[in-house]
């Protein structure tokens, strides 16, 4: 098995996970940080395409890299966009959980407007 | 390899202009965090003018130049440099959005003025328009992939945070949702960008389309990128995060996030298939993109029938328009390729009749929501006396919705029908004429209740500025009189009496589809109707009472349904599965 191919499987495995764990847990920290995983898994395939180019005899292709720098930049955006409104959340409400869909007919009007 | 075309390897004489169309919203947003809070709206009312007037001049210089501008950055060429290609699709996109983006501005002055005391949220929601509108500009003229995900991630940024502006608990819950959904679809759309690096060497979108042939891993990919975008779309069963974001968020943000961020994802996909990918096989991939399409106009729209508030309704809507969107892609698909010939002329014109006229709605739901306090349908008794020109906004994008001659979305009707007649494909045309119905449906739901008299005294919370009233109706009429503007210039419109038949007669054929949304209203509507029946008719009347009682119980049904489809794990799940689905439709050859 070739680093390469390593490199490709562990990529796969990272995908796998972060999606499994975006699905399955419900706390919305864990989720981000199983998107992070997931993207670190794609980040690491862009690795694995710039360097399967150097095996085909192109040389390392830089491409892969700068748009794996680009890409890493704005998953940490999210990140920080993600983080920024749980912690609102938590303030507001004391818990940080996604799943009740709030009453539509009891209590006082909803936002919006 | 043919060699490169003249629209790749050079820059023509006004290709400035797309760099501008994204660099002067971006200056605003700079500028405004440089001056600070205070002076945002300043910025963004001297900002907005200049981006429309370079909107207008690619819109100008276009024709004049084989209908392509292409902007190379730094003069590298692809597929090591990037470029910017402006042709006429991204041009009325351009144009709607700069016409969206104003009528919101001149909406949105008054409540987001830093004179009522709080700085931070106006400074907010002004940086965020013009993030928005760079983020827009740039997914209607990137020329590559990668130029696609950035800017797709960007719109997505800006817009999440116009959700939660008020910083309520139920609007960051909706956020958040909104925010994880979106980051999921754009973790997928990355992935098969990934895959067609590695397989192709470039991602620009004319080379890549002379290379992809129907590889396996090609088929991944595009089944991957379809599906993420359709993720950041809306499409049902993907929309888990639209009603709750949609409804819950400032009106005017309402208004963008509906009319114009939706759309950016829809273009792309739109780029994806027919310029990437028309040639792929799949006639069986499309009609599975175009039954989704059509399964929420139905869903979106009975769903839509039971809502009580009028935000969640007009939310629903646009899950049902945005199905709407996806049937031209089931009728552009000619003998083995994808052609951009009437469907796709068709699609583009509707996602701007809906642009123009779902932005329209909610701002004139939002004057409603500001003086009442509320936006209960029950309790809208009333409001055509107190606030004439918003009701009269909310009827006339309605109407513009429904299909009324000469709106956008009628001459859309028009051509996707003519598309479905050509190929063919009848299913489609019912889908069309039913989609029409239900549109009908809700908005003369709405308007019964807006007309009736006030059962209680209606005390107002609030006085609207009149200006805003005005920009919804501004965008209304134009959303209503779009068919006449000169779309030959820049679409492809086959010849054929399509637009011929914009005439006053056409009017009359809007009463059948008013009569089968009225019939449908008082069949699927949840809540009692505003007016009494008189006695001797109820007898008369028991036959549709029983009707009615079944039909209520099925739409109960659709709404159960579609709560288990906008939970997280279902949602997720769905995504899985229709990207494994597109990606064994796309190996069925046809």
């Known amino acids: 098995m070739t680093a390469v191919r390593v490199f490709g499987v562990c990529a796969a495995l990272a995908v796998g996970l972060g999606l499994y764990g975006l699905i399955t847990n419900p706390q919305p920290l864990r989720k981000i940080i199983a998107f992070n995983i997931l993207g670190s898994g794609v980040f690491l395939l862009f690795g694995v395409i710039g360097r399967h180019g150097a095996a085909a005899g192109v040389g390392n292709d830089p491409v892969p890299q700068a748009l794996v720098i680009t890409g890493v930049v704005v998953a940490f955006a999210a990140t920080a966009l993600a983080i920024a409104l749980l912690l609102q959340l938590f303030q507001r409400t004391g818990s940080a959980t996604l799943c009740n869909d709030a009453p539509r007919s009891a209590g006082p009007d909803p936002p919006g407007g | ?590």
């Open chain 2, 1 to 590: 390899m043919p060699p490169p075309s003249p629209t790749l390897d050079a820059t023509t004489s006004a290709g400035f202009l797309l760099v501008l169309s994204t660099v002067v919203p971006i200056a605003g947003v700079l500028l405004a965090f440089v001056l600070g809070g205070r002076y945002a709206r300043s910025v963004a009312s001297a900002v907005i003018p200049l981006g429309v007037t370079v909107t207008v001049a690619i819109l100008i210089a276009l024709p004049h130049s084989d209908g392509v501008i292409v902007y190379l950055l730094g003069a590298w060429p692809p597929p090591l440099g990037i470029a910017l290609r402006a042709d006429g699709l991204s041009a009325v996109m351009l144009a709607a959005t700069a016409a969206v983006i104003c009528a919101v501005a001149a909406f949105a002055a008054a409540d987001f003025s830093a004179a009522t005391g709080d700085t931070r949220t106006p400074f907010a929601f002004w940086i965020l328009l013009l993030a928005i509108w760079a983020a827009l500009n740039t997914i209607f003229l990137a020329g590559d992939l990668f130029t696609l995900y950035i800017a797709l991630e960007l719109l997505t940024f800006a817009a999440v945070p116009l959700v939660s502006l008020d910083g309520q608990a139920e609007t960051l819950r909706a956020a958040m949702r909104y925010l994880l959904f979106a980051l999921l679809g754009s973790v997928l759309y990355l992935l098969g960008t990934a895959l067609l690096y590695a397989l192709h060497g470039t991602l620009d979108v004319v080379l890549l389309s002379r290379r992809v042939s129907a590889e396996p891993a090609v088929l991944i990919a595009a089944a991957l990128m379809t599906t993420g975008l359709l993720a950041k779309t809306a499409l049902f069963p993907l929309h888990l995060w639209l009603p709750p974001a949609h409804a819950g968020a400032p009106s005017a943000a309402s208004a963008i996030l509906s009319g114009l961020v939706v759309k950016g994802s829809f273009f792309v996909i739109v780029r994806l298939w027919f310029d990437v990918m028309a040639g792929l096989p799949s006639f069986v991939a499309m009609q599975l993109l175009g039954a989704l399409g059509a399964a929420a106009i139905v869903l979106g729209s009975i769903v839509a029938l039971r809502q009580e508030r009028l935000k969640l309704l007009i939310a629903y809507s646009t899950v049902a328009q945005i199905g709407y969107l996806f049937l031209m892609f089931p009728l552009a698909l000619g003998a083995g390729k994808i052609e951009s010939g009437g469907a796709l002329a068709g699609g583009l014109v509707q996602a701007i009749s809906h642009a123009t006229a779902k932005a329209a709605m909610f701002m004139s739901a939002g004057s409603i929501y500001a003086t009442l306090g509320q936006d209960r349908i029950a309790g809208l008794g009333g409001i055509g006396r107190i606030l004439p020109i918003s009701v009269l906004a909310f009827a006339l994008s309605g109407l513009a919705l429904m299909g009324l001659s000469p709106g956008a979305a009628y001459l859309a009707k028009a051509l996707l029908l003519q598309a479905a007649a050509e190929r063919g494909q009848w299913w489609w045309a019912l889908v069309l004429q039913a989609g029409g119905f239900f549109t009908a449906a809700y908005v003369l739901l709405v308007l019964t209740y807006a007309m009736a008299p006030a059962t209680e005294q209606v005390t107002l919370k609030k006085a609207v500025p009149r200006a805003g009233e005005l920009a919804a109706l501004a965008l209304a009429l134009c959303s209503l009189l779009l068919g006449l503007a000169p779309w030959r210039a820049y679409l492809p419109i086959p010849n054929g009496d399509v637009l011929d038949s914009l005439r006053l007669g056409a009017v009359a054929k809007m009463l059948i589809p008013l009569l089968g949304g009225a019939v449908l209203a008082v069949l699927l509507g949840r809540l009692e109707l505003p007016f009494r029946i008189s006695p001797s008719w109820n007898a008369m009347l028991a036959p549709v009472s029983l009707v009615r009682r079944a039909s209520l119980a099925s739409s109960a049904l659709v709404e159960r349904c579609d709560n288990v489809l906008r939970q997280w794990p279902t949602a997720c799940i769905c995504l899985l599965s229709l990207a494994a689905a597109f990606a064994a439709a796309m190996r069925i050859a046809f």
